[in-house]
Each structure stands twice: as C-alpha cells, then as structure tokens.
C-alpha cells in the first residue's frame, strides 16, 4: 500500500511560482503512476497532471499545459508539481494520487494524499 503526504502549498501572488512536492511511502511506489488533481471550494476535484511509472510519458489538463511541470524521482519516492505563472484560478487544495494507469480519470487513482492548500492572490 503506497501512502502519500503532499507538501509545498502556500500563497502566491499571481505570476509567481511554487513547487508542490509528494513524498511516497511503501515497495510499490516505482510501479504506480502518479497524478496531481485539484479541487478549488464549492467544484469537482479536476485533473491536473500525471506521470507514468517510468517517468516517460506525461500528461497535463488544458488550462496548465506550459505552465506546469510534473517529474518524479524515484530514487527518493517523490513525485513534484512545478507552477509557473500562476493564476487566480489555480487557486485549490491539491492532491497527489497513485493509479495503475497513467490517466486523467479520477475513478482509477487507488491512493490519495490529504492535500495541501495553494492560493493565488490577484
């Protein structure tokens, strides 16, 4: 069972950066792929990113595609959300979670993390 603890959260001013970081207890953290997931008050939890096993594919949601940067380093069971350019509405609580298969649906991730607060001030 992999357990996740997200750290890096914080308040920015817009156009600002911060780097969310998702550090992974448990054997099987090198074979799950690994995804970000958002979740602002009163909406659904959103996809943001995810990064496949092996760290070669990736895949991010339209309203971040070059601004945000998934990697993971397996060496050290972490997986990290680059954010560059922020904006008001990235404002959220975020999420890591573990899933078999790379993918953009929420329904296939097995593990979530509790989530750390990003606020992004105008």
């Known amino acids: 069972q992999v357990q996740l603890v997200e750290s890096g959260g914080g308040l920015v001013q817009a156009g600002g950066s911060l780097r969310l970081s998702c550090a992974a207890s448990?054997?099987?953290?090198?074979?799950?792929?690994l995804g970000w997931f958002r979740q602002a008050p009163g909406t659904e939890r959103e996809f943001v990113a995810v990064?496949?096993?092996?760290?070669?594919?990736?895949t991010y949601a339209d309203p971040v595609k070059g601004r945000f940067t998934i990697s993971r380093d397996n060496a050290k069971n972490t997986v990290y959300l680059q954010m560059n350019s922020l904006k008001p509405e990235d404002t959220a609580v975020y999420y890591c979670?573990?899933?078999?298969?790379?993918?953009?649906?929420?329904?296939?991730?097995?593990?979530w993390g509790q989530g750390t607060q990003v606020t992004v001030s105008s």
């Open positions: 979670a573990a899933a078999p298969l790379a993918v953009s649906d929420r329904s296939v991730y097995r593990v």
């Open positions: 448990g054997r099987t953290f090198s074979n799950n792929a």
């Open positions: 990064i496949s096993w092996s760290g070669a594919h990736t």
